[in-house]
């Protein structure tokens, strides 16, 4: 009776000469980690670009708080005031503090969706170069792979080229 045909002994034997052969060839494989989202946050563009969205954003943040203040405001009216208001009083008074939340919300809504849209915009961008970058301090570094640090469980520091990749991304990237 056979057990194993001969197929089975070929397909055996290449997995034993894989196992063999694996430790060699990955020894042999020169490898680069870079923690990507770090790199790319930690860069200048990224951080100018950040305080330049505040300021462009900051008087619609404003009116948000505003408006959240206003809210507030007649809620505590409503609240201190229970049994004390004249029924139209203090429908009014809920029929003012409804629109206050619709407006509150809408302009909480909108200011997300463009602060949202511009970072994801001006990430994207960055994204894009800093995988150049990444390539060519591969090739610089005579690096065959070059893995994400968010991929691995465990990785020797020296392996770690972000703190590089956001100086040479920083380098070939000026801020204006």
């Given amino acids: 009776m056979r057990f194993m045909s001969r197929f089975d002994c070929r397909l055996?034997?290449?997995?034993?000469?894989?196992?063999?052969?694996?430790?060699?060839?990955?020894?042999?494989?020169?490898?680069?980690?870079?923690?990507?989202?770090?790199?790319i946050l930690d860069t200048a563009e990224i951080k100018k670009a950040q305080s330049e969205l505040e300021a462009q954003f900051k008087s619609r943040q404003e009116r948000i708080e505003k408006l959240q203040k206003e809210l507030q405001d007649i809620n505590d009216q409503l609240q201190k005031?229970?049994?004390?208001?004249?029924p139209e009083a203090e429908r009014d008074l809920q029929i003012q503090g409804q629109?206050?939340?619709?407006?509150?919300?809408?302009?909480?809504?909108?200011?997300?969706?463009?602060?949202?849209?511009?970072?994801?915009?001006?990430?994207?961008?960055?994204?894009?170069?800093?995988?150049?970058?990444?390539?060519?301090?591969?090739?610089?570094?005579?690096?065959?792979v070059v893995l994400d640090a968010n991929?691995?469980?465990?990785?020797?520091?020296?392996?770690?080229?972000?703190?590089?990749?956001?100086?040479a991304y920083d380098k070939a990237h000026p801020t204006k």
């Fill in 12 to 39: 055996g034997l290449l997995a034993a000469c894989c196992l063999v052969c694996a430790p060699v060839a990955f020894a042999q494989l020169r490898v680069g980690i870079i923690d990507s989202q770090k790199a």
């Fill in 81 to 86: 005031g229970q049994g004390k208001f004249t």
């Fill in 99 to 144: 629109r206050k939340q619709r407006d509150l919300q809408r302009a909480t809504e909108d200011l997300q969706s463009e602060v949202d849209t511009r970072r994801n915009e001006i990430l994207a961008r960055v994204q894009r170069q800093m995988v150049e970058v990444v390539r060519k301090l591969a090739e610089e570094k005579g690096l065959d």
């Fill in 151 to 167: 991929d691995m469980i465990y990785f020797k520091p020296v392996l770690d080229l972000t703190a590089e990749a956001t100086a």
